[in-house]
Each structure stands twice: as structure tokens, then as C-alpha cells.
């Protein structure tokens, strides 16, 4: 049993890659972001934004702590680009299908999405950003990390 729980362990220590992010917003208001990983994403060892194929699934996962309760959340992706967001289409906006809800003020929560990288998505590197939004718009955990789409 024991050798089964190392082995678990080491498993989700290869394949879960934490990545560089940053906060949307400088201080950081109503949440704390302690960590963001993507799976595959062997390029996060060098600090370099994850090289996704397109066709493929990744893995994102982000551990936060609210400073807001919520008995639902809004939970949306978008392209950064500079002074505009630009949604990424078709992905469920409803962020308790990917956390636990409701959200507790001060208790620390996973975020875990399957991002599909759609084939016509360009090849390039983007600026990716999870809005997870409570009750109120002034209930926000903001967070933005690079990707780079490859064939």
C-alpha cells in the first residue's frame, strides 16, 4: 500500500507542472492566488509559458483563497490582449461545475479545468485569463498566465 501512495505521489509531482502567473490586478483584491499548474507543461522548469498543441486537452488548476463567501461563482477564460479581454467561446461559465461551492471566506479552494485547444486557434503565444467571479462584481479572483499554441 504504501508503495502504491510513493508511486501516486511522484506521479502528480511529474505531470502537475506549476507555472509562472501574475494577479490582473496589482494589489490583489478579494483573493489570494497560491498556485497555478498546467499539465503537460515541461517548460514551466525554465519559467516559459506552456507549448500546448492544438487538438489536444490540457490541465489547468489554480489553488486560491477568496476573501468574499459566494453561493455561486461565474468562472471565465480569456485571451489578454492589452486594453481588451476577448473570451474564449464555448467554455462553461459556471465556475461551481469546476469548484466547490459555495466559496467560505478564508478557505482555500482548486480550480480544476480541461482546457480544449481548439484546431483553429492560431499558433502563438497568448496571454490567458481566469475570471472567477462571485455575487458581486467586486467579488473577484483575477489571475493571468502565458501559453504557446503549437501543431
Known amino acids: 500500500m504504501l508503495r502504491v501512495i510513493l508511486v501516486s505521489a511522484l506521479l502528480v509531482g511529474v505531470y502537475s507542472e506549476s507555472v509562472t502567473y501574475k494577479s490582473c490586478r496589482e494589489p490583489a483584491r478579494n483573493c489570494v492566488v497560491s498556485a497555478v ?38 468562472g471565465r477564460w480569456y485571451w489578454e490582449n492589452g486594453s481588451t479581454d476577448l473570451p474564449l467561446i464555448g467554455i462553461e461559465t459556471n465556475g461551481c461545475s469546476y469548484t466547490t461551492c459555495p466559496l467560505k471566506k478564508g478557505q482555500k479552494q482548486q480550480y480544476n479545468f480541461d482546457l480544449d485547444i481548439n484546431r483553429r486557434w492560431p499558433t502563438q503565444t497568448f496571454d ?12 473577484e479572483c483575477c489571475l493571468v498566465t502565458a501559453i504557446k499554441l503549437t501543431r
Open 37 to 74: 499548474s498546467i499539465d503537460p507543461c515541461p517548460e514551466s522548469a525554465t519559467k516559459s509559458p506552456c507549448k500546448l498543441k492544438r487538438g489536444k486537452t490540457a490541465k489547468l488548476t489554480v489553488d486560491f483563497t477568496p476573501d468574499f463567501d459566494a453561493e455561486k461563482i461565474d
Open 128 to 139: 490567458i485569463k481566469l475570471k472567477i467571479t462571485g455575487d458581486t462584481p467586486d467579488k
